[in-house]
Nanobody
Framework: QLQLVESGGGLVQPGGSLRLSCAAS????????IGWFRQAPGKEREGVSC????????NYADSVKGRFTISGDNAKNTAYLQMNSLKPEDTAVYYC????????????????????WGQGTQVTVSS
């Protein structure tokens, strides 16, 4: 059974950093496209960043480029989202998800066939 568990969220001041983790069990994480998504109150879930199977390519939302970095640790079967220079508008519940196939040449979307999702982790950026 595919399972994803996010962790690492919390309360941070503007300009601060957090690293989110997405631990996988029941499958080999780096054989899937991995996506990080977020949903703020009253807004639709949106793509933040995705990484291809094998980690060869990535994409990012324009709003996080240069501040966030997606990566993976094969030995730990875990993906990460390093978030630096956080802004209040980054406040949201962050989710990781996976799907089979290739990473397309555009930012991944929650409607791209991501069939397995974690439970989410809350990130709050506030002074």
């Amino acid at each position: 059974q595919l399972q994803l568990v996010e962790s690492g969220g919390g309360l941070v001041q503007p300009g601060g950093s957090l690293r989110l983790s997405c631990a996988a069990s029941g499958f080999t994480l780096n054989t899937y496209v991995i996506g990080w998504f977020r949903q703020a109150p009253g807004k639709e879930r949106e793509g933040v960043s995705c990484i291809s199977a094998g980690g060869y390519s990535t994409n990012y939302a324009d709003s996080v480029k240069g501040r966030f970095t997606i990566s993976g640790d094969n030995a730990k079967n875990t993906a990460y989202l390093q978030m630096n220079s956080l802004k209040p508008e980054d406040t949201a519940v962050y989710y990781c998800a996976v799907r089979r196939g290739l990473l397309w040449g555009r930012l991944c979307s929650p409607s791209d066939g991501f069939g397995s999702w974690g439970q989410g982790t809350q990130v709050t950026v506030s002074s």
